[in-house]
């Protein structure tokens, strides 16, 4: 009976809706900012991590850190962009109940204040009151929600994006209060559920810190195959109604599929965009014309001497202006 009832509920809860639509009025190609919801027609390649994450986020976990689930990657490997681009869409389109994103940075527990706020609290200054004086403030918040609207059995997700910044710009007291809250929360409804995104090397510090539990199956956001980055380049340009010339899009890869260069490849994506002409078919344009992207460091698109390919070259550089969200 458990079984059929999960199948009922997947089925209740499974997007009604094709692939968003890519409006015309927008880039195909974001550059250097994490996607957003409203970029989700152009999100390629992490098909399989976006659907493995509903997966883990539909499974009826009943210890509050089982639906408790952090994207962990290395900085600029598109956490922030799998979940709001690739992830919230699909639970949206679900019936999902998506909650503002949280981002510790600077007031973590401001950004659980304004949670409260979201569920029906009357004002921020008391709700922040009543954050920091009370570990069940957050939890209570959903109960009361649920009682007035009637959303009895409606999930919910909260995102709590670049989960680093409560190690790296919060207090040890801070952090522990955060965390109490979320947990608390977690535990209180059994149809709450969290995805945080999390860069790796800050995994240690949270595993050691009050709340180990809650990260104790994160799920690692890994390098794309080449197969995807063939993806990210070429399908946004498709549904532009923008072309290739021959052989680029495998010389733009063959460039950029490294560990690190996924910003600078977004970066050069929407300069290039730009430098065609937004709306205009038949990109690139002619054979002799070159693009110089700079991105703390120069990328160069010129044909080569033996063919009509285009090749990308670039000066050397390891680090990324701060604006790199990926």
Known sequence: MLIVGNGVMLWWEAPRSRRPVWQSDRSPYPGLSAFTEQDASVFFGREEQATELVR?????????????????????????????????PRLRRGRWHVLPTVAPAGEPLGGLADLT??????????????????????????????????????????????????????????????LERVAAALHADRRL?????????????????????????????????????????EKPAQLAGMRFDDGLVDQ???????????????????????????????????????????CRGRWVARPTRSSRRYAATAAPTTSWPPCCVW
Request: net charge positive; proline share 6%.
């Open 56 to 88: 883990r986020l539909h499974e009826l976990g009943r210890d509050g850190s089982d639906r408790f689930v952090c994207v962990t990657g290395a900085s600029g490997s598109g956490k922030s962009s799998l979940v709001h681009a690739g992830v919230v």
């Open 252 to 294: 733009i890869v063959a460039d950029t599929a490294t560990p690190d260069a996924l910003p600078l490849l977004a970066y050069l994506l929407h300069e290039l965009y730009l430098g065609a002409g937004p709306g205009r078919a038949g990109w690139p344009p002619t054979r002799h014309t070159r693009y110089s992207v700079a």
């Open 193 to 233: 559920w969290v995805v945080a995104t999390l860069r790796v090397e800050f995994l240690a510090d949270l595993l050691a810190g009050p709340y180990p539990e809650l990260f104790a199956n994160s799920a690692a956001l890994g390098v794309m195959r080449p197969a995807d980055f063939v993806a990210v380049v």
């Open 117 to 178: 706020v979201a569920f029906g609290a009357a004002d921020r200054a008391g709700a922040l009151r009543e954050v920091r004086s009370r570990p069940d403030s957050l939890a209570r918040s959903p109960v009361a929600w649920r009682t007035r609207t009637g959303h009895r059995h409606k999930r919910v997700l909260l995102v709590v994006d670049q989960l680093e910044e409560l190690v790296t710009l919060s207090s040890a007291t801070e952090q522990a209060m955060f």
